[in-house]
C-alpha cells in the first residue's frame, strides 16, 4: 500500500528514529504503523513535501527496509529503488548510531531548457556525466552520536556512480544538536537578515574539528571534458591540456604570500585534471574548529591579505594520487 507523506529527503535518512524500542521486536503492521506515525509527526512539524513509498518493513535484526520511496521535492522529482537503515539504535530519540545503504535512483524527465536554474544545471550536469533515467547510484551512511559530548557527530558517507566517480566525505561536528536542523528549516523562511543573525547565534558553538572529501574519478572528467571541449570548438585533449596549464599558473595571480602554497594546490589539481585520479581534501582546523573563534581569526587574515595564515588556521592539505 502506497503512503503519502510530507517529507524532505535530507529528513528520511534520520525521520524514524522517533520510534520506540518495541519496534525491534514487531515484525507487521503494528510496527509499520508506529513508523508511519512517527514519520508524520515529523513532517507535520517540519511542514516537507510529499513522498510515497511502495513497501516498509521492520525485521527480526532491528533493520528497516524500503522500496521505491518517490520524492517531489520541488523543482526536483526522483525515486530512490531501495533503502535498508541498520544498527538502528532505537532507544533514543534520536539515534546514537545508524546505517543507511541506499541503492537505485530513478530521475523524472528534466529538460536541459526549463527556466529553474537548479533544474537546468542538472539536466546539463546528467548529460555531461550521460546519466538518465535509471541510474545504479550507492549511497551508503554512516553516523555516531553522543549528546553528551557536546553533541559530537561522527558521519561517514560513500556515494558511488558507476563508471563516473565515487566520492567520500567523513566529518566530526560538535556543538550542533540535532533539534538545529529544525530550527535553521524554520530560519530559512524568514527574513534574510533576521535569518542571518539566528544562524550566527545557532553557530557560535559549533565546532568542526575534522573534514576530509575524496573525489575518484571514474570516467567523469571525460565526460565533462568532452562537453566543455564541444562547447569551445576544440578537441577534449586541447581543452584537458589548457585547464592543466591554467590550473598550473593559477598561483601567479595570488599574493605573494599566497603563491607557495597556491603552487602546491594548483600542480594537485592539475594532476587531478589528467585523469583516473583521486584527489583529497583534508581540513583540521586550528581551536578545534570552533567556528566563531576561527571566523574572527580568517576574517583577520583576509583582510589583511595573510592568506598564508588561512591556510594554516585551517590546515588545509590537497593531495592526488
Request: proline share 5%; hydrophobic share 45%.
Amino acid at each position: 500500500m502506497r503512503k503519502k507523506l510530507m517529507i524532505a529527503i535530507p529528513a528520511l535518512l534520520l525521520v524514524v528514529a522517533g520510534v520506540g524500542g518495541g519496534v525491534l521486536w514487531y515484525v507487521n503492521g503494528a510496527a509499520q504503523a508506529a513508523v508511519d506515525r512517527h514519520i508524520a509527526n515529523l513532517i507535520e512539524e517540519n511542514a516537507y513535501q510529499e513522498i510515497e513509498y511502495e513497501t516498509l518493513d521492520v525485521h527480526p535484526n532491528g533493520d528497516i527496509t524500503m522500496t521505491n520511496l518517490h520524492i517531489v521535492q520541488e523543482p526536483f522529482e526522483y525515486t530512490l529503488n531501495d533503502i535498508r537503515l541498520s544498527n538502528f539504535d532505537f532507544n533514543s530519540e534520536f539515534p546514537r548510531t545508524l546505517d543507511v545503504a541506499i541503492r537505485g535512483l530513478e530521475l523524472a524527465d528534466i529538460d536541459p531548457a526549463s527556466a529553474d536554474p537548479q533544474l537546468a544545471a542538472l539536466a546539463t550536469l546528467l548529460d555531461n556525466m550521460n546519466m538518465s533515467g535509471a541510474i545504479p547510484l550507492e549511497l551508503d551512511y554512516r553516523h555516531t552520536y553522543d549528546p553528551d559530548n557536546a553533541h559530537q557527530m561522527e558521519q561517514n558517507v560513500r556515494l558511488y556512480f558507476p563508471d563516473s566517480f565515487t566520492l567520500d566525505a567523513d566529518n566530526v561536528t560538535r556543538g550542533l544538536p540535532p533539534s538545529t536542523y529544525a530550527l535553521m528549516s524554520e530560519i530559512d523562511q524568514q527574513d534574510p537578515a533576521q535569518a542571518q543573525a539566528q544562524v550566527m547565534a545557532l553557530l557560535a558553538e559549533v565546532e568542526v574539528p575534522s573534514l576530509r572529501l575524496s573525489l575518484q574519478d571514474q570516467g567523469f572528467l571525460e565526460g565533462l571534458l568532452a562537453s566543455a571541449a564541444a562547447n569551445n570548438g576544440v578537441s577534449p585533449a586541447d581543452m584537458r591540456n589548457l585547464l592543466v596549464s591554467q590550473t598550473r599558473n593559477a598561483y601567479l595571480f595570488l599574493p605573494q604570500n599566497a603563491q607557495d602554497i597556491g603552487m602546491t594546490i594548483g600542480a594537485e589539481v592539475a594532476e587531478f585534471i589528467e585523469g583516473g585520479k583521486t584527489i583529497t581534501v583534508t581540513l583540521a582546523p586550528e581551536y578545534g574548529g570552533k567556528l566563531q573563534q576561527l571566523q574572527q581569526e580568517v576574517m583577520g587574515a583576509v583582510f589583511t591579505g595573510n592568506f598564508a595564515q588561512v591556510i594554516e588556521l585551517l590546515h588545509l592539505d590537497v593531495v592526488t594520487d
